[in-house]
Structures are given as C-alpha cells and as structure tokens.
C-alpha cells in the first residue's frame, strides 16, 4: 500500500536565506531534481562528518579544464575525502594549467578554423596547442628524469601522483593531495598524455617501469580496513566504475552520491544509476544515496557551498 509524504512545500527565499536553508526548503518542495540535488547534501554531510568513513572522490579528467578545478582543489584542503580515482586527463590539465592557461570559448566556434589558430576544444573551453602537448612533454620528462636519476625504477600511478604534486603549486589539486596525504589513483593512466609521456620515458630507460598492481595493493589495504566507506562521483567512466569495484570487495559503499548528465536508457555504465550498483553488491543495501541528473559544473559549486556549513 502506497504511503504519501509530507505535503509540498512552496520555496520562499529571502535576502537573508542562507544557501543551506535553500537546500532545506529544496528537500521539501516536491521538485524533480531539485530533490535529488538535496538529498545528495544531506548524504555527503552525514558521509564526511562520519569519522569512522573513508571517503573517495571520483572525476571525469575534463572538469580539471575549467574552474571546478579550484572547488575539487579546496574539497582536498578541507580533507573531506581520503582517496581520489581519477582519468589521466586530470593529471594532464592540472600540469597545463600550472604552468599556462586556458581561455573561454563557446561550444559554437569553428573547429577547422580553430585546428588552424593552434587551439584544442574542450567543450567550451580553448586549449592553446603549446599549453598541452608540448608542455606536458617537457615537464614529465624533466620529472622522470629526476626520479630515475635518484634511484626510482619503478612507479604506481599514486607514486606518479605524487611526483606531479610535489612540482606544482597551491593551484593544483595534485599538490593539495600530495600536501594534505590524500591519495590519487588512474587506473587508466595510459589514456592520455601524461600516460603517453611515460612509456616514451620507458623506451629510453628500458628498466623503468609503471607498477598498476601496487595501486591495487594499496586500494585493497584501504577497503579491507574500512568500517564504513563512501563516495562522491562526478560523472561516469572508469573512474566511477573504479570506486564501485573496489568497494564491492568490503560489501559496498555505505554512503553514495553520483553526478552524470548520461541516459540510464542506452545499459551504460556511465548511466547507470547508484541504486542498480546494489544488485552488484557494490552499494550496500541500505546505503544512503542519491544520483543527481545535473551537469557537474553547474551543481557542484551550491553543493560545495552548502557542504561548508554542514561539515563539522
């Protein structure tokens, strides 16, 4: 028999109303979305407040070309998460954007034209030619070498991580990581160009190598020990799918908030819902969570927002 909830509530905002009240008033007001998006605070909240919790954060690589990459950088200085699984791309746009920049653009530009001026689109962000390849090329390579010439033969992608953090500056969310000791996991690292970088860096010194089973080492010693685990994932992907996995291994996340513009629709992964995860046993049964049908740039700094009056 089908239970009714509470009556909806009309939105009233004042001058003075705080944006977590606005989130409060959103969880009560019946509206599609708007549900979700307040469900999915009060589920991070309780997740980071949580002392006995190790919570990740999963990212699409191409977030990092825009300015959530200031927000991803600050959630890492408040140590709201323990792990971050990530696409190289994030790696790849964190060392561009050090060292040079990226301009705004428009999604309607001409790409022939914009192939002929020396720019990448990404979306609507433009990504000058000399800012990515080249430059990525020269500073991982300076980076290798220093390693290898201090007796390094062998790296994880966290140990890569980590060397990348160590360069950069207080912008980049690779050196709050390495500052703050929050580990940074690419199952994937081959996938993009600071991955490329290292296997040309192996073909001239033949006995270095990328050692992926020791990251699998040290997610298993992480999740074995967990009480309690969660997640923040924005967007879809091998990232995504590498925080469920994982996690499946302790029974699955207790706590559980996913962000995606993708259609459950087409059986993607990247689709999929938090709650079809519970069949594959990598989110608990009675885990609180929510999927938010947003795009991540335009949700995430409110939520951010409201997460700083609520986190204790």
Request: proline letters at 2%.
């Amino acid at each position: 028999m089908i239970e009714p909830g509470n009556p909806v509530q009309d939105i009233s905002i004042g001058e003075e109303t705080s944006i977590d009240k606005i989130f409060e008033k959103m969880s009560k007001s019946g509206g599609f979305e708007s549900r979700n998006l307040a469900d999915g605070l009060s589920v991070l909240a309780e997740m980071i407040n949580e002392k006995e919790c190790i919570s990740f954060l999963s990212f699409v690589g191409a977030i990092i070309s825009t300015g959530l990459r200031g927000i991803i950088k600050d959630m890492i200085e408040h140590r709201w998460f323990d792990v971050i699984i990530t696409t190289c791309g994030a790696l790849d746009h964190d060392i561009a954007r050090h060292f040079s920049n990226y301009n705004e653009g428009s999604f309607t530009l001409d790409d022939a034209e914009l192939n002929d001026a020396d720019f990448h689109r990404l979306g609507n962000v433009l990504v000058p030619m000399d800012s990515y390849g080249p430059l990525i090329e020269k500073k991982m390579q300076m980076f290798l070498e220093e390693e290898y010439n201090n007796g390094t033969r062998e790296m994880s992608t966290e140990d890569v991580c980590k060397m990348i953090g160590k360069h950069l500056g207080d912008d980049s969310f690779l050196h709050s990581a390495y500052k703050n000791d929050v580990k940074v996991i690419v199952p994937g690292i081959m996938d993009g160009a600071v991955g490329s970088q290292i296997w040309l860096f192996a073909q001239k010194h033949s006995d270095f190598k990328l050692n992926i089973i020791k990251d699998a080492d040290t997610l298993s010693g992480i999740i074995f020990k967990a009480k309690k685990s969660g997640a923040l994932m924005i967007g879809g992907g091998i990232s995504k799918h590498h925080t469920l996995w994982w996690n499946q291994y302790r029974d699955g996340l207790d706590f559980a908030v996913y962000i995606t513009t993708a259609q459950e629709f087409d059986g993607s992964l990247s689709g999929a819902l938090v709650r079809e995860a519970i069949s594959w046993g990598k989110v608990t049964q009675n885990a609180k969570q929510t999927t938010i049908h947003a795009e991540a740039t335009t949700v995430l700094p409110f939520l951010y927002s409201a997460l700083l009056s609520k986190i204790k």
